[in-house]
């Protein structure tokens, strides 16, 4: 607007010389009238040319006022941030760099932009800076970010040195410049967390079904081994004189077998097929009776906190495996500490209480286990000890993984596999040389406990037949001679079909039968609905080495599970409860 103002003033002092200089041309009497004639046309026409002139300057800068209005419409209004960096300060910003930044426009102009990146990538951010001024190519860089209000968010830049001259004066004057764009790329920086994080739970589920599969196919065989093993270890000490060499035989030979009951039923849990009865469990007494065992070896060191909530939330679950976790817990806390070395000795916190947590906190937590939203009780076992590299972190619930020594390195991966079958989630939070954390949410329930009284188990014996279906011929024999002690005769079958054909003959004088759920080929389950097809009113028991807690055969009336490898006080117990 200034040029075509001045192009204006130009054009009427233009036209008051003309007007002069006609005025001049008539007064002047030597002059012949055509000469005359001829310089004032002359004239005309250059004044009408010189207007053309102007015309054409004015729509031209018309013209490029416009399209500046709309550069600087279109770099204002752009959905990324410009900045253009002298010496890597920032001495043109549009609106949006500086609202990503945090700070009005003018504010930012002068300032340098190492003052917004983050201090831990400070490094990256210099390199990035060394490249884009020192090379004519396109530079980019994935860094994070602090705005005026010290929020941070992730972005990328992109950047070019400009050919054009340095500034004489003004902020980054004598240094060289470049156009920097910036892009807020928080939300695809947390997608690809999430991406992540659901890659990582896809493949520990992967991992999960694998080993759950080779523990399972593995537990059938390996426990009517180990149910061969005790079974007649029981029964050799039931004859055997108490004090003789024999029984003592017996017993290490029971202590071994039950020894590797364990490991199989630590697999299993695991892989989340472990054997579980449902209760109210108040975890404060589980806790205590845990603590006990401890303090009567003398393991725990003397500076033990416990810090145990009494508005603490029951949860369902088992409560013998809930001592499980505890027992695991305690013990990888106790060797962390190590005794022995005094570098290592310090506290040992226990902590019980009741948590609500919300998706931010949820998200706001490191999690090797996660849970939904809801009510918890909690458990908590932190310890001052060794501690543990990042590195390993990610390893310390893989079973046989253990930073201590050979054999070990069940005992986390029995508990991240009795939380996930309790509903529950895990955090941990571990460094080296300050000591680890572990923290169990289990469920809490929302209606009071029921009160239910003890009853005491008397001496019991029962009589009738049983029908014992098991395709192992020893196992099958331990069981005969189990119910037997116990006062039953047993009627026994090696096949699904033959043992449907004897129910079907002779269900009429049958007190229970007794099934193996993990015959080849479903045979357990096709015995089963058959049974159930011929006469539902007979109890049956379920004999499994894994979890039938959440199984569709437990829905069914006078039905129970039995774990294996039968025990002669279980097997009772199993017992008299069914046919009670």
């Not at 006022?65 to 900045?83: F, H, I, K, M, N």
């Not at 069914?556 to 002669?568: C, D, F, I, V």
Request: hydrophobic content about 40%; charged content about 25%.
């Amino acid at each position: 607007m200034i040029e075509m103002a001045k192009m204006a003033d130009e054009t009427g002092k233009a036209f008051k010389l003309r007007k002069l200089a006609e005025e001049a041309i008539q007064r002047n009497e030597h002059l012949p009238a055509e000469d005359r004639r001829r310089i004032l046309q002359e004239l005309l026409v250059h004044q009408i040319e010189l207007e053309l002139q102007n015309e054409e300057l004015r729509r031209t800068e018309a013209e490029r006022e416009a399209s500046l209005a709309r550069y600087v419409e279109l770099y204002d209004s752009a959905p990324v941030g410009y900045c253009t960096l002298s010496g890597g300060v920032i001495s043109e910003a549009n609106l949006a760099a500086a609202s990503l930044l945090g700070m009005d426009r003018q504010a930012l102009t002068g300032q340098p932009m190492t003052r917004f990146v983050h201090s831990e990538d400070q490094d990256r951010y210099y390199l990035f800076r060394r490249r884009f001024f020192e090379t004519d190519e396109a530079q980019t860089c994935e860094l994070r970010m602090v705005r005026q209000d010290r929020t941070g968010f992730w972005a990328h830049l992109e950047a070019k040195g400009l050919r054009a001259p340095p500034p004489r004066s003004g902020p980054g004057a004598g240094h060289a410049d470049a156009r920097v764009v910036l892009s807020d790329i928080t939300e695809r920086k947390r997608a690809e967390e999430e991406k992540a994080r659901l890659e990582g739970m896809l493949q520990q589920a992967q991992k999960l079904n694998v080993l759950g599969t080779l523990a399972g196919g593995m537990a059938h065989d390996f426990n009517n081994f180990l149910a061969t093993i005790m079974g007649n270890a029981n029964l050799t000490t039931m004859v055997a004189e108490p004090d003789s060499k024999v029984a003592s035989y017996m017993l290490a030979i029971e202590q071994a077998a039950m020894g590797a009951a364990k490991l199989t039923r630590q697999m299993l849990a695991y892989s989340g097929q472990g054997q579980y009865l449902q209760s109210e469990v108040d975890l404060n007494p589980v806790l205590r009776e845990s603590l006990q065992s401890f303090s009567d070896s003398a393991l725990l060191p003397a500076d033990v906190q416990m810090v145990l909530s009494d508005r603490l939330p029951f949860v369902q679950g088992d409560p013998t495996q809930i001592s499980t976790i505890m027992v695991n817990l305690l013990t990888n806390a106790l060797e962390a500490m190590d005794a022995s070395d005094p570098a290592r000795v310090g506290r040992l916190i226990i902590r019980t209480r009741a948590e609500h947590l919300d998706q931010t906190a949820i998200d706001s937590m490191t999690w090797a286990l996660p849970v939904a939203p809801g009510h918890f009780a909690t458990l908590e076992v932190a310890d001052e000890g060794a501690g543990m590299a990042p590195e390993t972190l990610p390893h310390v619930f893989d079973p046989f993984f253990s930073t201590k020594f050979t054999g070990r390195g069940l005992g986390l991966a029995e508990v991240i596999g009795v939380v996930r079958n309790h509903g529950g989630g895990l955090c941990v939070q571990s460094e080296p040389g300050k000591g680890s954390s572990f923290k169990i949410f289990l469920p809490a329930m929302r209606t009071p406990r029921a009160v239910r009284p003890e009853e005491p188990l008397p001496a019991w014996r029962g009589e009738g037949r049983i029908l014992v279906l098991d395709d192992e011929e020893k196992e099958r024999d331990k069981v005969r001679r189990l119910a037997e002690e116990l006062g039953f005769t047993v009627i026994e079958a090696a096949e699904a079909m033959e043992a449907v054909e004897i129910f079907r003959l002779r269900h009429g004088d049958l007190a229970l039968v007794l099934l193996d759920l993990g015959l080849p080929m479903k045979g357990g389950r096709v015995a089963f609905s058959r049974i159930r097809e011929i006469d539902s009113s007979i109890p049956v028991l379920l004999g499994t080495p894994y979890d039938a807690k959440e199984d569709d055969l437990l829905l069914e009336s006078r039905t129970a599970s039995l774990g294996k490898p039968y025990r002669q006080a279980e097997f009772r117990g199993v017992l008299q409860r069914t046919l009670a």
